[in-house]
């Protein structure tokens, strides 16, 4: 099972709801389990915020995602200046920057930044899944691997 989508968000706050409950929505009726969604809805709304917050000038930001083979991977990008440098380790206490990419950093299981200087960015942000024991997904995702496929 493959789905993908993707969506053109003007860089406002105000879209990053929708954002949330297209991702949200569609995790759901797959039957992930919820804690799983609100780790990708975290790391989302934190890469939107990002993208919404240091995309300028452009006037939109884009969303595309992939859900398939036990993963799903999202890709934020903005056509910004570029995202200056990544943090490595937790900002002290008094810092106003650079936790949201610390927060998508421990809830999900792979992420990492395309940095063009003067032309964008783009957060890649991967998790696998896991399933609700009574989805359908969990139940075609089991088939396949007990028949080696």
């Not at 002290?92 to 964008?120: C, Q, Y």
Request: charged share 25%; with cysteine; aromatic share 4%.
């Amino acid at each position: 099972m493959g789905i993908e989508f993707s969506l053109a968000m003007p860089r406002d706050a105000i879209g990053i709801p929708m954002v949330r409950r297209v991702v949200g929505d569609t995790l759901r009726s797959l039957g992930v389990t919820e804690e799983c969604v609100a780790d990708i809805l975290l790391a989302t709304s934190e890469a939107c915020a990002n993208a919404v917050r240091h995309g300028g000038p452009a006037k939109r930001y884009e969303i595309r995602g992939t859900i398939g083979n036990g993963r799903c991977e999202l890709r934020v990008s903005d056509r910004g200046n570029g995202l200056g440098s990544v943090p490595r380790q937790f900002p002290g206490s008094d810092a106003e920057n650079g936790r949201g990419l610390l927060i998508m950093r421990a809830v999900v299981d792979d992420i990492s930044f395309d940095i063009k200087p003067g032309r964008g960015t783009t957060v890649r942000l991967c998790k696998e899944l896991d399933w609700a024991d009574d989805s359908i997904a969990h139940h075609l995702t089991l088939d396949r691997h007990l028949a080696g496929v």
